[in-house]
């Protein structure tokens, strides 16, 4: 990864995007996006947002995406998405790369139990570093294991002004180390529209 950076060095990010659809129920996408300066995304572990441990004030990033959605039926909606991440610190020497990844799959199902309803559910690998240069006192600057998030929501509306969600967020592996607890998060939320 090699690339110049923003006007009188600043940061900078530029993307682009190309979608087809082939029908009404079908769609591609996929995504580049060159940046320079800063990769986190406040996603992912600390490492996959800072690979080279703030020892780079100049981080220079290839990112690619493909993303699908297929309607299975009228009220069913599969979607999914893999992201990969090329980052290059180049300000320091010997150029360190790091090789990044993301994916999920998300389903989503309308008209559950009552018209207007929404329940979903996604599973998903947080932003991972998988390969990485950079080293710090001689131990390798990746990912160590491997973390999964889940999330579940439904959306109930109440009314055609008021809607609750209750949802829940698990997370194995936080930080992609199984040293840590397993997080585990419920909500509640009710939204009032006028």
Known sequence: VTGLAGIGEGA??????FTVEPNDNL???LTYIRSYNNIDTKTGS????DPFDDESNAIAADSFGIQSTLRVQPNLTVASWFGFTRASAQDLADDPKASIVNFGLTVSLSDLIKEGSLAGFAIGLPPKVIRNDFAVD???YTDPDTSIQLEAFYRYPVSDNITITVGGLVITNPEHNRDNDT????TIRTTFSF
């Not at 900078?12 to 995007?17: R, T």
């Not at 600390?46 to 947002?49: F, L």
């Not at 997080?183 to 419920?186: F, K, L, S, T």
Request: glycine share 16%.
């Open 27 to 29: 769609a591609f996408g």
């Open 12 to 17: 900078y990010g530029a993307i682009a995007q």
């Open 138 to 140: 001689d131990n390798d």
């Open 183 to 186: 997080v585990y998060v419920g």
């Open 46 to 49: 600390r490492r996959a947002n």
